[in-house]
Nanobody, 125 residues
Framework: QVQLVESGGGWVQAGGSLSLSCVAS????????MGWFRQAPGKEREFVAA????????HYADPVKGSFTMSRDTAKNTVYLQMNSLKPEDTDAYYC??????????????????WGQGTQVTVSS
């Protein structure tokens, strides 16, 4: 398993920006597909973005394309999610996750074996 700790959540007005970080320990992220998911109370956890273990490919959910950017720093064993042009509907708990076995990016929560505790993002209108 890999341990994941998110940070960077908070409160922001609509149109603002936040940057989330996820520090991994136990294993090197360069070997795994890393993903960001989000979840609102009473709703299912949904895919936001992922980066392939090669670093060559990122994939985004349609609602965040063009406004969110996922990146990684393998030297720091950290992945990031830069969120711009935030909307009230982006209010959720955001989770970092690692797919320890996949070769291709998956948007399914079941394919991710390791999860962080989450960080809350609140966007006010």
């Amino acid at each position: 398993q890999v341990q994941l700790v998110e940070s960077g959540g908070g409160w922001v007005q609509a149109g603002g920006s936040l940057s989330l970080s996820c520090v991994a320990s136990g294993r090197a992220i360069r070997n795994y597909i890393m993903g960001w998911f989000r979840q609102a109370p009473g709703k299912e956890r949904e895919f936001v973005a992922a980066i392939h273990w090669s670093g060559a490919t990122t994939h985004y959910a349609d609602p965040v394309k063009g406004s969110f950017t996922m990146s990684r720093d393998t030297a720091k064993n950290t992945v990031y999610l830069q969120m711009n042009s935030l909307k009230p509907e982006d209010t959720d708990a955001y989770y970092c996750a690692a797919d320890l076995y996949g070769d291709y990016i998956s948007t399914q929560t079941d394919d991710y074996a390791s999860w962080g505790q989450g960080t809350q993002v609140t966007v006010s209108s």
